[in-house]
């Protein structure tokens, strides 16, 4: 395999790993805000 090639495959490989990571973060995000909000309405009602 030449070094540019590796270079590219790597590069595309870490590409991937961001994208996923970051989409992780924003999944993980979204539920804690939700359950935030949950436990709040819950407080306020009480």
Same mark, same amino acid.
């Given at each position: 395999m @030449?070094n540019?090639?590796?270079?590219?495959? !790597?590069?595309?490989?870490? @590409?991937a790993?961001?994208?996923?990571?970051?989409? @992780?973060?924003?999944? @993980?995000?979204?539920?804690?805000?939700?359950?935030?909000?949950?436990?709040? !309405?819950? !407080?306020?009602?009480?």
């Amino acid at each position: 395999m @030449n070094n540019e090639r590796f270079e590219w495959q !790597t590069r595309c490989e870490f @590409n991937a790993y961001c994208k996923h990571t970051l989409r @992780n973060e924003l999944i @993980n995000t979204s539920k804690e805000s939700k359950r935030s909000g949950l436990r709040a !309405t819950t !407080t306020q009602k009480v």
